[in-house]
């Protein structure tokens, strides 16, 4: 797990001064190759390039604070992500201490409509794709999802041909074992071999 970074609530307006918040630097002359917004309009914002990647994530956290069964994101370099809009309408959650503040790795949504935009870490964003605008029928490539995390806790299995994964990207690779307890003892034992 990632160290948390604490930051208090004077560092908490310095995140204005840093990507995806701040405004892109005046010599990068890249143009928004795609834009995106929340459910409401609140909130816009630009991204200045493809995805790094995209993956499924099947953890329990994930099902629980999206109320899906599972989340769909892809990962962008913050200087790749930019809000042109609503800056003031975004509201912080973080995980790991269960409040609503600007602690890294952090969780935002809109303070309107309350749609989860995207997820920062410390140098890089998830963003769900469902917010960008484009035709879902043809789906740039980028944003096609390489791979299911915490396929062990599943609601549902999926029946595609992207590698499964009982734990992050390259984690003890699923084999077609059953679901739940089982499947994190057998993480939680690949983990031990491959520390
Ligand atoms: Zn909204
Ligand atoms: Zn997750």
């Given at each position: ?36 917004n929340?459910?409401?309009g609140s909130v816009e914002f ?37 809000f042109t809009k609503g800056q003031?309408d ?106």
């Amino acid at each position: 797990m990632d160290h948390q970074h604490k930051v208090g609530l004077k560092d908490d307006l310095s995140r204005l001064t840093r990507p995806p918040y701040s405004k892109p630097d005046p010599k990068d002359e890249r143009l928004a190759k795609y834009k995106g917004n929340c459910f409401c309009g609140s909130v816009e914002f630009e991204l200045f390039d493809d995805p790094l990647d995209a993956s499924y994530c099947h953890c329990r956290d994930c099902q629980r604070l999206h109320g899906a069964p599972y989340q769909w994101a892809a990962i962008f370099h913050k200087t790749d992500m930019h809000f042109t809009k609503g800056q003031e309408d975004l509201i912080f959650y973080s995980v790991p201490t269960k409040a609503t503040e600007y602690v890294l790795p952090v969780k935002i949504s809109c303070a309107v409509c309350h749609g989860p935009i995207a997820d920062e870490g410390r140098r890089m964003m998830l963003v769900f794709p469902e917010l960008v605008q484009f035709d879902f029928n043809l789906l740039p490539g980028p944003f096609r999802a390489t791979h299911h995390m915490f396929y062990g806790s599943r609601v549902e299995d999926v029946h595609d041909d992207i590698p499964k994964f009982l734990g992050k990207k390259g984690e003890c690779p699923f084999e077609g074992e059953s679901k739940g307890p089982e499947s994190i003892d057998k993480l939680t034992k690949w983990r031990t071999e491959h520390s």
